[in-house]
């Protein structure tokens, strides 16, 4: 038998330079500790919310943000080595929400990369069925989170019929019994639904929601969406914002309006999440529409973010030199 090798610490990896500066770069590793794993990346989701942010330099300012960095925190793989306290996990196929070892530069969130060095308590065991699709498993985590939080109400109404929208909609299937109406002003993304009514909101003549759930990341449309509540009913702002939020007293006043916002998802909505998936309960199929080899990131970022029809874009990193 020949002696064990350790793998190389060095990756391939999508580098934002600058805003809309993208390279992919040859990166050294942080050496794992004693609880970390190496995981080779198979598959990375390019996420049109965060990571469009920090693509167009309209990110808000936060401790940790900077360029160069490596985005993504969609991504799957397996472990192929592991410090001395977590060589049982060699060989999992796992989900990885991004990594801090590339050095100098920032991890934000850095999971689009070819090889990572992450500590194991952030990976999560998925198993070899989900293979690509597991790089839903963040956004499914976040639907989660939004509608598993304690006393929340089932949605009445979504608005955005994107990936996070259909996976709140599914997953509020399986929690509650009456299935959410869905806006969306795109047609060519009404389409897709499984058990609840996708409508053009200038077509809805409701005025009675006690739920809305907003995924649009659009922050001009809160005096909209009041006026859409019934009394006291609420809007779940599950979404993510980079301008400030805004909307006009009396409306809300008259309704006793009332304004949650949904915050990052745990661990316990990824487990939540994973354990629905297995059990047949929910379904990821149909929401991955675009594929690229990564090597072909810069249009395939370009693609993630201006093409109305790409609904999710997966970078390809298994043949990656």
């Known amino acids: 038998m020949s002696p064990y090798v350790s793998p190389e610490l060095k990756t391939r990896a999508v580098v934002l330079e600058a805003p809309?500066?993208?390279?992919?770069?040859?990166?050294?590793?942080?050496?794992?500790?004693?609880?970390?794993?190496?995981?080779?990346?198979?598959?990375?989701?390019?996420?049109?919310?965060?990571?469009k942010l920090l693509w167009s330099g309209r990110m808000p300012d936060f401790p940790g943000m900077g360029y160069p960095l490596?985005?993504?925190?969609?991504s799957v793989g397996q472990v192929i080595d592991a410090g001395p306290a977590a060589r049982g996990r060699i060989g999992q196929h796992v989900f990885v929400p991004g990594a801090r070892c590339f050095g100098d530069v920032r991890?934000?969130?850095?999971?689009?990369?070819?090889?990572?060095?992450?500590?194991?308590?952030?990976?999560?065991?998925?198993g070899e069925r989900l293979d690509e699709d597991g790089v839903l498993l963040a956004l499914a985590a976040t639907a989660y989170h939004a509608l598993a939080t304690k006393d929340a109400r089932p949605p009445?109404?979504?608005?955005?019929?994107?990936?996070?929208?259909?996976?709140?909609?599914?997953?509020?299937?399986?929690?509650?019994?009456?299935?959410?109406?869905?806006?969306?002003?795109?047609?060519?993304?009404?389409?897709?639904?499984?058990?609840?009514?996708?409508?053009?909101?200038?077509?809805?003549?409701?005025?009675?929601?006690?739920?809305?759930?907003?995924?649009s990341g659009d922050a001009g449309l809160l005096d909209t969406l009041i006026q859409r509540l019934a009394l006291?009913?609420?809007?779940?702002?599950?979404?993510f914002y980079d301008a400030p939020l805004s909307f006009a007293f009396p409306p809300?006043?008259?309704?006793?309006?009332r304004l949650r916002v949904a915050a990052e998802w745990q661990r316990r909505d990824l487990d939540a999440v994973?354990?629905?998936?297995?059990?047949?309960?929910?379904s990821l199929d149909g929401l991955i529409t675009h594929r690229s080899a990564a090597r072909d990131a810069g249009d395939a970022y370009r693609t993630a973010f201006a093409d109305p029809d790409c609904?999710?874009?997966?970078?390809?990193?298994?043949?990656v030199a």
């Open 252 to 257: 809300a006043f008259m309704r006793e309006a």
């Open 156 to 215: 009445e109404l979504i608005v955005g019929h994107g990936v996070l929208g259909r996976l709140l909609a599914r997953i509020a299937a399986v929690l509650f019994d009456t299935p959410p109406t869905v806006w969306e002003t795109n047609p060519a993304r009404a389409a897709g639904s499984n058990g609840y009514t996708v409508i053009d909101p200038t077509t809805d003549e409701r005025h009675d929601y006690a739920a809305i759930y907003d995924v």
């Open 232 to 239: 006291g009913g609420e809007i779940v702002l599950a979404g």
């Open 70 to 74: 490596v985005p993504g925190y969609e």
């Open 311 to 319: 609904l999710k874009m997966v970078l390809d990193w298994r043949h």
């Open 274 to 282: 994973i354990a629905l998936i297995g059990e047949g309960h929910l």
């Open 107 to 126: 991890g934000l969130f850095g999971g689009a990369a070819s090889r990572v060095v992450v500590a194991s308590e952030r990976v999560a065991d998925i």
């Open 20 to 51: 809309e500066k993208l390279a992919l770069s040859q990166l050294d590793l942080t050496p794992p500790g004693d609880d970390d794993l190496v995981v080779d990346i198979a598959w990375s989701g390019i996420s049109t919310g965060t990571e």
